[in-house]
């Protein structure tokens, strides 16, 4: 499905078809009061080979989210152009702002850079840059990688995500490259609300691409960092784009059918969890105690889960707001 083709004001100041590797910038215009033609960098490497496919490989969509910028940082460092097949596009800090803030949304534009897909090259800062990845650099690439971790407000058991997807044979490509990224969880879901996420939009132009959940709270996780090395390697390895095979004890797949998997704090409050992350939890288990410090002799409200399954994801701070999720469980498919 193509999108109306209007021209990005994005500059790329490496050239995306030269050989050998090349780091630069795509060059996003950010007007200021003190530069009306000022421009923002967001980093970019490019690493080319010869013959084979073209990836994409992202970090940095949400700013508080580690895993996969380090990885992407020490890939971008490592890669060998003489070991490689094909091409390979690494934007190891995708939204820039976020990311030099370390926060989710842009302290530029106060956007959820993956809610902006497929963009607008005359929107705001975040509209523009996905607007320029959404119609520029997917049309080049055979497959994509978004790496994301549960940021400030979730922790979350390292998992390749993937979307149910109409098509089989296409189904089938997206998890077998799920299944040599490796992580303990592939996580397929139908999710209600992808229509504005880069995964999405790789989708919908017939990318072979996954998204990931790789640790959280904020921090970086040494295990979640492990894996992401080892899976985005995997994939390349997996894609022909080096050499050996896939490494790692395969991955469990896994989905969030519903929202009784859900537990939601219906009150503001501090989050007391009962299971540790990774636990099995069983329908109708106490899943935690939510606090009112303003209320000193209130109880605790009790939560249960209202389905069983592995607890995906649990909430990462101990405040949390009215309507937060404090748990995700996950069954098996
Ligand atoms: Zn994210």
């Known amino acids: 499905m193509e999108h109306p083709a209007e021209a990005s004001p994005v500059r790329a100041e490496i050239d995306l078809w030269a050989q050998g590797k090349q780091a630069g ?3 996003v215009p950010y007007s200021r009061d003190d530069s009306g033609w000022g421009t923002i960098g967001i980093p970019v490497v490019v690493v080319a080979n010869g013959e084979g496919p073209t990836l994409l490989l992202t970090a940095g969509n949400h700013g508080d989210e580690y895993e996969g910028q380090v990885t992407l940082l020490r890939l971008a460092q490592a890669l060998d152009p003489a070991a490689l097949s094909g091409r390979v596009i690494i934007l190891p800090a995708m939204h820039f702002p976020a990311a030099l803030a370390g926060t989710r949304k842009s302290p530029l534009d106060g956007k ?16 523009v840059l996905a607007h320029y990845i959404d119609s520029h ?5 055979d497959a994509q990688m978004d790496l994301h971790s549960g940021g400030t407000g ?10 149910v997807l109409p098509d089989e044979g296409y189904m089938a490509k997206t998890l077998a490259m799920a299944d040599a990224f490796g992580a303990p969880i592939t996580l397929v879901l139908e999710e209600v609300n992808a229509g504005p996420t880069l995964l999405a939009a790789a989708e919908r132009r017939g990318v072979v691409a996954l998204s990931s959940e790789l640790g959280g709270i904020g921090r970086l996780n040494p295990r979640g960092l492990a894996i992401t090395e080892r899976g985005v390697r995997n994939v390349m390895k997996h894609l022909g784009m080096l050499d050996g095979a896939p490494e790692g004890e395969g991955s469990r797949r896994m989905t ?16 007391e969890a009962a299971d540790g992350l990774g636990a099995t939890v069983a329908e109708g288990a106490i899943a935690g105690r939510l606090h009112r ?10 939560l249960s889960y209202a389905a069983g399954g592995l607890l995906w994801c649990t ?3 101990g405040r949390c707001r009215a309507g937060d999720p404090v748990a995700v469980v996950a069954r098996d498919l």
């Open 25 to 27: 910038h795509l060059r």
């Open 154 to 163: 979730m922790d979350i058991v390292p998992s390749a995500v993937g979307h």
């Open 293 to 302: 410090i303003e209320a000193p002799l209130a109880p605790a409200l009790e």
């Open 137 to 141: 650099l997917l049309p080049l690439c």
């Open 112 to 127: 959820d850079f993956n809610r902006c897909f497929p963009g607008n090259p005359r929107g705001s800062f975040a509209d």
């Open 315 to 317: 909430r990462g701070p």
């Open 256 to 271: 969030v059918p519903d929202m009784r998997h859900y537990v939601f704090a219906p009150h503001d409050g501090i989050w």
